[in-house]
């Protein structure tokens, strides 16, 4: 019942920074938490960020804790992830998720992708050396 859309992919270099952009539409109203995840290929779907809306509390993955930064903006229902200090390793396609009507739980952050009800189509991120 969310629509998502991610955008600001594309080919970067080692070191370099991005910003992907998910725009959420539909029920939003009901979205209790989004999420970046990322895939590469043969790999298995693995989370990257999470952010709640109340309270705004956020939560990374380990490999990417110190370098990436995922943010809202209420009024444009949008959620960003800032990536600085790309490594290769972080080529991948990147999906944005949404938690619709999860029970509330103070310090609580989904990180599973069975956590997440609905997903954009993903937006590639590829890194060079």
């Known amino acids: 019942q969310v629509q998502l859309v991610e955008s600001g992919g594309g080919l970067v270099q080692a070191g370099d920074s991005l910003r992907l952009s998910c725009a959420a539409s539909?029920?939003?109203?009901?979205?209790?938490?989004m999420g970046w995840f990322r895939q590469a290929p043969g790999k298995e779907r693995e989370f990257v960020a999470t952010?709640?809306?109340?309270?705004?509390?956020?939560y990374y993955a380990d490999s990417v804790k110190d370098r990436f930064s995922i943010s809202r903006d209420n009024a444009k229902n949008t959620v960003y992830l800032q990536m600085n200090s790309l490594k290769t390793e972080d080529s991948a396609v990147y999906y944005c998720a949404a938690v619709v009507d999860r029970i509330y739980r103070a310090n609580y952050y989904t990180t599973s992708t069975a956590g997440y009800n609905d997903w954009g189509q993903g937006t590639q991120v590829t890194v060079s050396s």
């Open positions: 952010i709640n809306w109340t309270p705004s509390d956020t």
């Open positions: 539909g029920r939003t109203d009901g979205i209790d938490a």
